[in-house]
């Protein structure tokens, strides 16, 4: 277990001796009473606004107006500190792996992979700034002046990340805030709290004091008050569309307010007759069941042609159910226990309801529950009448719709709120250069004959509508937590 009684703040770690949290692992356990019960692994800080407003304000000070120590770093600086904590945050591999295993349930496979493609993202990070920065050592000259460009940082930002990757995705928006020169405080999500605890040396050794601050406690608490103040300048958020509206709509000055969001989605698999079912198939699996379909960009509804659905749901059935279940540390699993405590209940909710409208759960172990833990369904077949076919599901429950007219699928991305991304399958190349026109002005990335996903890192990842505000990837977020700015005088 682990019971952390300290936070980080304007460089020290400050005891904390009030209310904490106790932190269950979606990892079941047997009672004494023969119930399975969440293990209890840890607990945290709860602390309040006046803490969050101490951790805001030792950034504020860091930043000092943009005249702090920080964002008046060189480069070479600031990429020197980055490097001393990647070297740090190195020695935590196995701590963190351990942790988001007990935390959030991931496999031991997507555990290592996520610490590892952080470490990737954080070196990637380093050479596009220093990219950038040979772009600004260069001279402009346009009527007579003479100009040099720069990327300069933006003040104060707050980072939120998801559970899903709470190490990854917190970090795709802190590193390259904090690189870029602004100061940050981060508060990692209610489940994957205690994975961060381990790195929090690492940012205290690597970075000036007030350069990188947490806060810990009850996100509805303590966040929407530091939005308040209208001190924070970027809210970085990954989550909830819901929350990132509200937590928008407190800041006094919204316009003052730079939001890089990625949000809710509900993507969408479109399978044509001309489709390779066996490919689609393998493609649709990892889409919609990676980490047990709790990813924004899981294939979260699959339209199907008509003349191969039920040929399509049969051989999904049939993948779905050569998974394997088990604990996060099994050797080859592939379904984990669920992180989300009501979770398990809202997926029976929407099963129900599909069932009560005519579709079938087509695989024998679909929505079988034990726990925390759900046997992922396939439900077919869908139709709009169901809570399937519009609400994100964000796990293992995979609703197949079976299609007319190409014209029903594209009404579902016209008339969603979402617009993330879409994969539509199909070998017939004429066909698939006539679908992507329709679509690729209402998501974000159209795949072709390959599953939804954010990577490679160097791809620009974002939404449209309710799904993003602004675009990540290793390039982009240097861009999104900087200002373009300029020096320019008149050449003698
Ligand atoms: O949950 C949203 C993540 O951005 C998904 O990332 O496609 O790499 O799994 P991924």
Known sequence: EIHQREYLVNGEMRPWNGEVSEVYSPVMIPAADGSLQRKLI????????????????????????????????????RIKCMERFVYKMS???????????????????????????????????????????RQ??????????????????????LCMGPFNYPLNETFTTLIPALIMGNTVLFKPPKHGTLLHYPLLEAFKDAFPKGVVNT??????????????????????????SKVANDLKKRHPKVNRLRAVLSLDAKNAAIVTKHADIGLAVSECLLGALSFNGQRCTAIKIIFVHKDVAEEFTRQLSAAVEALKPGLPWTDGVKLTPLPEPHKPDYLKEVIDDAAAGGAKVINPHGGITSGS??????????NEGMRLYHEEQF?????????????EPIAYQINSPHGMQVSI????????????????NLVSRVNI???????????PFTGRKDSAEGTLSVHDALRAFSLRSLVAGKLN
């Open 42 to 77: 840890g607990t945290y800080p709860v602390c309040t606004e006046t803490e969050a407003t101490e951790a805001m304000e030792a950034a504020l000070q860091a930043y000092d107006n943009g005249r702090g120590e920080w964002p008046t770093m060189s480069v070479a600086g």
């Open 91 to 133: 020695e935590q591999r196995t701590l963190v792996v351990k942790l988001l295993m007990w935390e959030i349930g991931k496999s031991y496979a997507d555990s290592i992979k996520e610490f590892d493609r952080t470490i990737e993202y954080i070196n990637a990070t380093i050479d596009a700034l220093k990219d950038i920065d």
């Open 136 to 157: 600004s050592s260069r001279f402009e000259m346009a009527e007579g002046l003479v100009a040099q460009i720069r990327r300069s940082p933006l003040g104060v930002v």
């Open 215 to 240: 806060v810990y406690g009850r996100g509805a608490v303590v966040t929407p008050g530091l939005m308040a103040t209208g001190k924070i300048n970027v809210l970085a958020f990954i989550g909830s």
């Open 373 to 382: 833990f759900v046997f992922p369904a396939v439900v077919y077949p869908v």
């Open 395 to 407: 796990g293992p429950v995979i609703p197949v719709v079976p299609y007319e007219s190409i014209e």
């Open 425 to 440: 399958f199909s070998n017939d190349a004429k066909e698939v250069s006539s679908l992507i026109d329709p679509f690729v």
């Open 449 to 459: 004959n390959t599953q939804c996903q954010r990577g490679p890192d160097v791809f």
